[in-house]
């Protein structure tokens, strides 16, 4: 590691194999929790390359666990986090809107590093239980519509730098990388990033799957559709910009999306909102997200047509229905 750090400190960047490798070592132990800090601290200084980015997910998905589900066509929808405005777990709720219109959602997840509550806080919270039986995900799926996979228990690597990216408290790449490594291999993802240059790189590598998907980023530094501002839009086909008015027919005040202080408040607020109760900004937002998802798809004929499902997903009880099947199964 001294080699690989005097490099970096040298203002010097990794290939995409030396990248690989450190994370491969990090993954089997061999290095101390302060070396594992110095390297992290490198990328809260400067912006991390195509090729280092590469070279990580590479290693995490080499070591992953893989999950398996007999070609069931799964989506994912993940924020990269680390936007630092500590919204309610909108990408998650979106998740069981999505899984209650009838679409298979393989959510990967972990707890929050630099929020209050992760998806993981939240979902432990609700009474799931973390596993990486894949027999038992497979069922979830099947019944539930929706599997959640809990980042460390797939990815060992991560095991080793989770408490250092809690005690940080702070962004880094490994919230970039989140969205990249979930081990079912969904063939379509919704990703939220928080910045127009995580767009860009996200955009390269997405484009090198050859599987559909959806890059949005609220342009006031939301990693999500948040309806405060509009939200820049990247799919196969290009981009294009959206106002709140086209993705949620209105706006919405940062403080209606607020999260809550506590890992038990934002259960609360997850509870009120999956059965129905929400205010018209909360719904409005998980509406928002859930639709972009859905005609990410390729299922709808439009935008709207994808809109009026998640509607219909959340109103009807279907998504408070698929929150109650996967609890039941645990």
Wanted: charged fraction near 20%.
């Amino acid at each position: 590691m001294k080699k690989i750090l005097q490099t970096l400190f040298e203002h010097k960047t990794l290939s995409r194999q030396q990248a690989q490798d450190v994370l491969l070592n990090i993954g089997k132990g061999m290095y101390n929790e302060h070396e594992i800090t110095s390297f992290m601290t490198v990328y809260l200084m400067r912006s991390i390359t195509i090729e280092e980015l590469q070279g990580f997910r590479d290693a995490l998905l080499d070591l992953c666990i893989k999950a398996d589900f007999d070609g069931l066509e799964t989506i994912d929808i993940v924020g990269t986090g680390g936007d630092g405005k500590n919204t309610f777990n909108i990408s998650t709720l979106s998740c069981f809107v999505v899984a209650g219109a009838n679409q298979k959602v393989a959510k990967h997840g972990n707890y929050g590093a630099s929020s209050i509550s992760g998806s993981s806080n939240v979902m432990e919270q609700l009474g799931y239980k973390f596993k990486n039986d894949n027999d038992q995900l497979k069922k979830e799926l099947e019944q539930a519509n929706i599997c959640f996979l809990h980042a460390p228990f797939f990815h060992p690597a991560l095991k080793t730098v989770g408490p250092i990216r809690k005690n940080l408290g702070v962004r880094t790449f490994f919230n970039m990388l989140g969205p990249m490594v979930n081990p079912a291999r969904p063939v379509y993802q919704l990703v939220g990033v928080y910045s127009l240059e995580m767009a860009r790189i996200y955009n390269y590598l997405l484009q090198q799957t050859g599987n559909p998907f959806t890059i949005i980023h609220s342009l006031d530094g939301y990693d999500e559709i948040s309806l405060t501002n509009d939200t820049k839009v990247i799919t196969q086909a290009g981009e294009r910009i959206m106002t709140p008015q086209q993705l949620g027919k209105r706006s919405v005040a940062a403080e209606d999306i607020y999260g809550g202080s506590s890992v038990e408040e934002a259960a609360k607020i997850f509870q009120r909102i999956i059965k129905g109760e929400g205010s018209f900004a909360q719904n409005a937002v998980v509406l928002a997200n859930a639709a972009m998802a859905l005609h990410c798809t390729g299922a709808y004929k439009n935008y709207e047509d994808a809109y009026n499902a998640a509607v219909e997903s959340l109103e009807s009880g279907k998504a408070y229905q698929s929150l109650q099947t996967l609890v039941s199964l645990q």
